[in-house]
């Protein structure tokens, strides 16, 4: 592990979705101590109109480039608006484009579709507007964190099949991909800091239920990923995505889709919250500059 990583393992939560309300309250603690630059900024709190309403929150630069619908992580059973704050604002900052947080439901109360519902209709609507916003409806990207980031990759295959929104860009960081856990690195990473193979089981418990995974809850199960956006894909070393999310990066080359795969040595889960540690540093600068180069 990065030395400047390895001080920090304790702080994180203990990696356990069994109490999502516990979960969410240690998630909320955790992210309220992060610092927060929204130095040059426009943030807007708006609600999607629909049933129900999907909260979002919008961070507009100056002189935007493009703009991407971000999606938190939590193991699509934790997180809001609040716990993504320091992390959407970084992004536009970095990156230059306007960010549009997506407050999707969570599992297990509202488990799959309620998520890639709440952010395809976010899609749609936002092409729709992007006019009275100021967008480039052919410049808008997809992408999130985690669970957030597998959600991205699941709505794109959607706007492909149904060829209603021209997704420019795919931001794929750490991303939750295939709810069958057999790669090497889901079977040997069972006690990875942040996230277990028993979380990742949690996770998926959660999210779809009694209901059959389909390629729309979990993106590697798509047979065909052709035709897709181009993409960022970054994976943690000591992750038990790991694999899967290189797995799903190389599947999309074949396929003929342009990906930029980046695999961060030493790193785990989560970790480019430690703010202080040169390679996180490089994470979250990186993050936003692929997306500026994609949107420009």
């Known amino acids: 592990m990065d030395p400047e990583l390895e001080p920090f393992t304790a702080l994180f939560p203990p990696a356990d979705l069994s109490d999502p309300a516990a979960a ?16 040059g900024l426009d943030i807007e709190t708006r609600t999607v109109p629909g ?4 909260p979002i929150r919008i961070y507009r630069p100056q002189d935007a480039q493009g703009a991407i619908v971000w999606l938190h992580g939590g193991g699509f059973v934790m997180g809001d608006l609040e716990t993504e704050h320091p992390w959407a604002a970084m992004l536009a900052r970095n990156s ?31 092409a ?32 492909r099949d149904e060829r209603s929104v021209p997704i420019r860009f795919q931001l794929l960081h750490q991303p939750g991909l295939d709810d069958r856990q057999t790669s090497w690195s889901a079977r040997n990473f069972t006690d990875t800091p942040f996230v277990t193979r028993t979380k990742i089981a949690q996770m998926w418990g959660h999210y779809l239920g009694d209901i059959p995974a ?19 894909l970054a994976t943690a070393e000591f992750c038990p995505n790991r694999d899967e999310g290189i797995e799903y990066a190389l599947r999309l080359l074949r396929a003929g889709v342009p990906v930029e795969l980046h695999q961060w040595p030493g790193t785990f889960h989560g970790s480019q919250a430690i703010l202080s540690a040169e390679i996180s540093q490089r994470q979250n600068a990186e993050l936003g500059a692929a997306l500026r180069r994609a949107l420009h």
Not at 24 to 39: H, I, K
Not at 51 to 54: F, K, Q, R, T, Y
Not at 99 to 118: N, T
């Open 24 to 39: 969410r309250r240690q998630l909320a603690a955790l992210s309220a101590a992060m610092p927060v630059d929204t130095t």
């Open 51 to 54: 049933d129900p309403g999907v």
């Open 96 to 126: 230059g484009a306007t960010v549009v947080s997506v407050a999707y439901r969570l599992a297990p109360e509202q488990p799959f579709p309620a998520a890639p519902d709440d952010v395809y209709a976010t899609l749609r609507w936002l």
């Open 128 to 159: 729709g507007h992007a006019d009275e916003l100021g967008l480039d409806p052919a410049r808008i990207a997809v992408g999130g964190h985690s669970s957030g980031a597998g959600i991205a990759a699941a709505v794109a295959l959607r706007a």
């Open 214 to 232: 389909t390629p729309y809850a979990a993106a590697a199960r798509a047979e065909d990923l052709s035709g897709l956006p181009p993409a960022y």
